[in-house]
């Protein structure tokens, strides 16, 4: 439902390394990457073969999130207590969460059968080991959860150029 099917073919473990080797490798005065064959960029076309997604769809726009605003976001979309939420961010200096909190988060909603909020983690969690990874793909923008408030939405978003952008940010 969100166009994130193709990433049923790519590996995490593949995604992650590389993601990782492109951040150590990026100069961003340049806006290249040094790879040992030579200087490189990456186009849409590179990072949607990479992930089997699509290059059309959607453009997903945000606001930028304070600290209530973040609070206020995993509490309603993730069904956390206020009091977890506010802690997790403070431990994450900032509006992101730790993946393996989204794992936690996520294995406790699916044992109280809450679908729609195991759901929306897991998909988070996803987004964020395949493309949203910070540099040492521990955690993931809470921004992002805004992908996943709207569950009737009948395309999916252009995850390949967000990823591409969050790249080369």
């Known amino acids: 439902m969100f166009g994130l099917g193709g990433l049923v073919y790519a590996s995490y ?4 390394g590389l993601l990782c080797a492109f951040v150590e490798r990026w100069h961003a005065e340049r806006n290249i990457f040094h790879l040992p064959i030579g200087e490189k960029t990456i186009t849409l ?3 949607s073969n990479l992930l089997h997604l699509p290059i059309l769809s959607q453009f997903y726009t945000h606001q930028t999130l304070d600290a209530n605003a973040t609070n ?11 009091g ?3 802690e997790e961010i403070r431990h994450c200096r900032g509006a992101h969460v730790r993946l393996s909190w989204l794992r936690d988060v ?14 929306r983690a897991y998909l988070l969690h996803l987004v964020g080991c395949a493309f949203f990874a910070d540099k040492g793909a521990t955690s ?3 921004i992002y ?3 996943f408030v709207d569950f009737r ?6 995850w390949v150029a967000a990823a591409l952008t969050h790249i080369y940010q």
């Open 13 to 16: 473990e593949n995604l992650r």
């Open 45 to 47: 076309d590179d990072v």
């Open 72 to 82: 206020d976001l995993l509490v309603e979309s993730l069904r956390v207590d206020r």
């Open 84 to 86: 977890v939420a506010s």
């Open 106 to 119: 996520y294995e406790d909603t699916c044992s109280r059968r809450q679908w729609t909020v195991a759901a």
């Open 140 to 142: 993931v923008s809470v």
């Open 145 to 147: 959860l805004g992908f």
């Open 153 to 158: 939405l009948n395309e999916g978003y252009a």
